[in-house]
């Protein structure tokens, strides 16, 4: 497995202002993948992060909302952008250790305001 | 498209009962892994197993046991003598067959296990 941290744990933000996320995993991987858990729900995909390349969005997300980077291989960033309550949700990251084996950061609860 | 259905949104047990949990499968690729992830209310997300789609025998790991059914597309989720500990969110997933060169999740919605003492 891995150990996987994310900065901040949870954060409440004012509508309209952008917020920062940090995955920190302690080893190298390859690749690196950001959730979004709304209230209740399942788990979404919201980008897939290689190292050295743009990032890979989902149907539905757009590099202008959650810009994402990858500046190397045990860290990545994932930002919302210009939030709204609609974007109150649980964010993970996650890693993939083995082939077909995912595991995930703690996660960042964030509430918008 | 590949999709998992989880349609017990909510259980409730006394302690020390079993529990399955169901999870019924949908996909077009002939290799791909299924998986069961526990989510207490931390919100964190523990990997509890993973299965590939040539294995189907069961597997059993201390109160936990999972049945995987190819034939019927299902791959459920034993928890036996529950305790109090066992109350979480509890997610199947399915994996892609890996075309990108990586693997995406897919998951279900979630069954809410709520053990009573």
């Known amino acids: 497995s891995a150990v996987i941290s994310q900065k901040p744990s949870r954060d409440i933000c004012q509508r309209g202002t952008s917020l920062t996320i940090q995955c920190q995993v302690d080893?190298?991987?390859?690749?690196m993948f950001w959730y979004r858990q709304q209230p209740g729900q399942s788990l979404t995909l919201i980008a897939t992060?290689?190292?050295?390349?743009?990032?890979?969005?989902e149907s539905g997300f757009v590099i202008d909302k959650f810009p994402i980077s990858r500046p190397n291989l045990t860290f990545s960033t994932l930002t919302v952008s210009n939030m709204s309550p609609e974007d109150s949700s649980i964010y993970l990251c996650?890693?993939?250790?083995?082939?077909?084996?995912?595991?995930f950061g703690p996660g960042t609860r964030l509430t918008v305001t | 498209a590949q999709k998992v259905t989880q349609a017990q949104t909510e259980i409730s047990v006394v302690e020390k009962e079993d529990v399955t949990l169901d999870c019924v499968y949908e996909?077009?690729?002939?290799?791909?892994?299924l998986f069961w992830y526990k989510q207490p209310p931390s919100g964190e997300l523990v990997f509890l197993i993973r299965?590939?789609?040539?294995?189907?025998q069961n597997e059993i790991s201390g109160r936990y046991s999972w049945n995987f059914q190819k034939s019927t597309s299902s791959f459920n989720f034993t928890i036996t003598a529950s305790q109090v500990v066992d109350s979480a969110v509890y997610f199947c997933?399915?994996?892609?067959?890996?075309?990108?060169?990586?693997?995406?999740?897919?998951f279900g919605k979630g069954t809410m296990l709520l053990v009573s003492p």
């Open positions: 299965r590939n789609s040539f294995d189907e």
């Open positions: 996909t077009r690729d002939t290799t791909y892994y």
């Open positions: 996650s890693v993939e250790i083995t082939d077909y084996e995912q595991y």
């Open positions: 080893s190298q991987v390859t690749m």
């Open positions: 992060a290689n190292q050295g390349s743009e990032a890979t969005y």
């Open positions: 997933a399915l994996s892609d067959e890996m075309n990108s060169g990586y693997s995406t999740l897919t």
